[in-house]
């Protein structure tokens, strides 16, 4: 734990993401991703909208591996209906407080798979945060990616940035043996406090 941490870990990590609208977590194993989100919406206790591109979260919990809170919607969106179910996505948060989650990036800009799906997704996610801000919603985006020396964060695979705002929370989540650090950086990846946590524990 950081020198500076106060407080129980899960305290610490929802006064974190609660203390921007937006926040941006890249993550190094999918499985722990989706884990980690279910963990924090269950946590939160405020209706969850789920943006489910990867896939995961629908099918754990539809397997019964994973057990959907009461008050989180799943959405998987397809090429189709993005526009459509981001549309209502922005207006239920524009009125009520939600936590929503996208999981992931990398499956959003797949999906899309053309040449301004950057500019498309960065218009997107700032229409939810802007809305997001008004009801003093959560968002928390998710990636698979790394950070590259002069680049910033990439996404794995794909070769394309992650969203960068300058309102925004940096966070890195990764697996540490037998636990898990979720660390607060600045954008050039500088940690500004960390935090350990077992994810079973949470």
Do not use: C
């Not at 980690?36 to 206790?45: A, D, E, Q």
């Not at 009461?70 to 179910?85: G, H, L, N, Q």
């Not at 498309?120 to 997001?132: E, I």
């Amino acid at each position: 734990m950081h020198k500076n941490q106060r407080g129980h870990p899960v305290e610490e990590i929802l006064k974190i993401l609660s203390s921007q609208t937006l926040n941006s977590i890249s993550f190094d194993d999918a499985v722990a991703k989706t884990y980690f989100f279910h963990k924090i919406s269950m946590l939160l206790r405020i209706p969850t909208l789920y943006f489910d591109f990867d896939m995961l979260y629908s099918g754990y919990t539809t397997s019964g591996i994973l057990e959907k809170g009461e008050s989180t919607e799943i959405i998987v969106p397809t090429a189709d209906r993005i526009k459509e179910d981001l549309a209502a996505g922005v207006e239920k948060i524009s009125l009520n407080k939600y936590l929503v989650i996208f999981d992931s990036l990398n499956g959003f800009f797949t999906m899309l798979d053309q040449k301004d799906a950057g500019r498309l997704v960065n218009s997107m996610v700032m229409l939810l945060a802007s809305a997001g801000r008004y009801s003093s919603s959560t968002i928390l985006i998710g990636s698979i990616s790394k950070f590259r020396e002069g680049q910033g964060w990439i996404l794995s695979a794909l070769g394309r940035r992650v969203i960068e705002i300058e309102k925004m929370n940096i966070i890195s989540v990764k697996k540490q043996e037998s636990y898990f650090q979720l660390s607060l950086v600045d954008h050039n990846n500088f940690t500004k406090s960390s935090i350990q946590f077992d994810l079973d524990a949470m």
